[in-house]
């Protein structure tokens, strides 16, 4: 089955760039979805098929997808911005969908 | 306004069934897949499967596969999980969730129901 790897944590400065990885084989050949999660709250879309922004998401939330690694970007992080991140693929082997571990963004 | 509103918390016994149900609105019901996801305490999200509601076409995690019955009733807009045998580790929150026109994107998620498995 296909696998997702994320780093578990990344920690940034509050201001600065917060980068989350998501590795999976020729993750580039796939369209790649974000989910932010906020503690107790169910998680919404904040990138979808790669680098598209939802209505609503600041434009500091970006993605990117190259060989075999999607990446997340958040520039000027915020407080607000703590959250578990999550990736996600459609296996369209057995059609379904994948996620990735989660990555808990710490705003030092 | 699309709307994914689930029933309440839960506390199960070992062994026992359980149904918890999803009401959905804002949208043609049948005409977008409409699914489950778990978290664990203090863990990640899982996907375990998607109903159509148009013809009941479903689609499984292999984890989930036989572990877990999916159903609709399109006459109330609402999805439905179930069990047949609950087990300690069916301790967790349940999303329900509606995916996109692609099918590959989670576009709304519920507010989750606890599920609590103990003796």
């Known amino acids: 089955s296909y696998v997702l790897t994320q780093p578990p944590s990344v920690s940034v400065a509050s201001g600065k760039t917060a980068r989350i990885t998501c590795g999976g084989d020729?993750?580039?050949?796939?369209?790649v979805y974000w989910y932010q999660q906020r503690p107790g709250q169910a998680p919404l879309v904040v990138i979808y098929n790669d680098n598209e922004r939802p209505s609503g998401i600041p434009e500091r939330f970006s993605g990117s997808n190259s060989g075999n690694t999607a990446t997340l970007t958040i520039s000027g992080v915020e407080a607000g911005d703590e959250a578990d991140y999550y990736c996600q693929v459609w296996n369209s082997y057995n059609d379904h969908v994948v996620f990735g571990g989660g990555t808990k963004l710490t705003a030092l | 306004e699309v709307q994914l509103v689930q029933s309440g918390a839960e506390v199960k016994k070992p062994g026992e069934s359980l149904n918890i149900s999803c009401k959905a609105s804002?949208?043609?019901?049948?005409?977008?897949?409409i699914g489950w996801v778990r978290q664990m305490p203090g863990k990640g999200l899982e996907w375990m499967g998607i109903?159509?509601?148009?013809?009941?076409?479903?689609r499984f995690s292999p984890s989930f596969q036989g572990q877990v019955t999916l159903s609709v009733d399109k006459s109330v807009s609402t999805a439905y999980l179930k069990w047949s045998t609950l087990k300690a580790s069916d301790t967790a929150i349940y999303y329900c969730?509606?995916?996109?026109?692609?099918?590959?994107?989670?576009?709304?998620w519920g507010q989750g129901t606890l599920v609590t498995v103990s003796t």
């Open positions: 804002g949208y043609t019901f049948t005409t977008y897949w």
């Open positions: 109903i159509y509601p148009g013809d009941s076409d479903t």
């Open positions: 020729n993750i580039e050949s796939k369209s």
């Open positions: 969730v509606r995916h996109g026109r692609n099918l590959e994107l989670i576009e709304f």
